[in-house]
């Protein structure tokens, strides 16, 4: 069974730019989320979905970050406009909604703008 | 209000020797899961145990194992036999039933395995 997918998995782009990270979370899992990981900063959420529907944006850090899941098998993060403090690894994880269930993680977009 | 607390930014072992990483979480409520996951440096999350709050066992995996004391409300997790390829970076989190599915992560221990 295929895990999470991440599209890119690296992106180069110039401040100012739009970038559009992708996720396939693992079929069958109702739980979605965004992540963003720095050296500063750690793992942080930026926001999460249930069955397609977002339950918690509070970390989406401005208005510049957009996320939707159009389907049970998609999902984008979009940075419009682009900074150089938006330089991160962003990681897409999937779960269902059972106690014991961990998170799967997909293996991120590293992503730097310049 | 949720929170994973991770004391040891970085921690160095021998090789073949045992290692605990701590953990401590603060959570009010009743029924909650505790995780541990390795982050090597290719950067991928690989998820190593779980420890369910009204579990009387310590959860164990192989060379891993975690050290649940629930009044202290600690989760260390113990490495024995340090391999090498233990290197890495270790998130410890936790999800906490009564708040939906949000998963929240400690700062992490960076752990050195040493030949």
């Known amino acids: 069974d295929a895990g999470v997918i991440q599209s890119p998995r690296h992106e180069v782009t110039e401040m100012g730019q739009e970038v559009t990270l992708r996720c396939k979370p693992i079929s069958g899992h109702d739980y979605l989320f965004w992540y963003r990981q720095t050296m500063m900063r750690g793992l942080e959420l930026l926001i999460y979905f249930n069955n397609n529907v977002p339950i918690d944006d509070s970390g989406m850090p401005e208005d510049r970050f957009s996320a939707k899941m159009p389907n049970a098998s998609f999902s984008t993060l979009k940075i419009q406009p682009s900074e150089p403090r938006d330089s991160a690894v962003y990681f897409c994880a999937s779960n269902r909604l059972a106690s014991t269930d961990t998170q799967y993680f997909g293996p991120g977009t590293r992503l730097t703008v310049l | 209000a949720q929170k994973i607390t991770q004391t040891q930014p970085g921690m160095f072992v021998q090789e073949k020797e045992a290692v605990t990483l701590d953990c401590t979480y603060d959570?009010?409520?009743?029924?909650?899961?505790l995780f541990w996951y390795k982050q090597p440096s290719s950067g991928e999350m690989i998820f190593l145990i779980y420890?369910?709050?009204?579990?009387?066992q310590n959860a164990t995996e192989g060379r891993y194992s975690l050290n649940f004391q629930k009044a202290r409300k600690s989760a260390n997790l113990v490495i024995s036999a340090s391999q090498l390829g233990d290197s890495a970076m270790y998130f410890c989190a936790m999800r906490a039933t009564n708040t939906g599915n949000q998963f929240y992560f400690g700062t992490g221990t960076s752990l050195t395995v040493i030949p």
């Open positions: 420890q369910g709050s009204y579990d009387e």
């Open positions: 959570t009010s409520d009743q029924s909650y899961g």
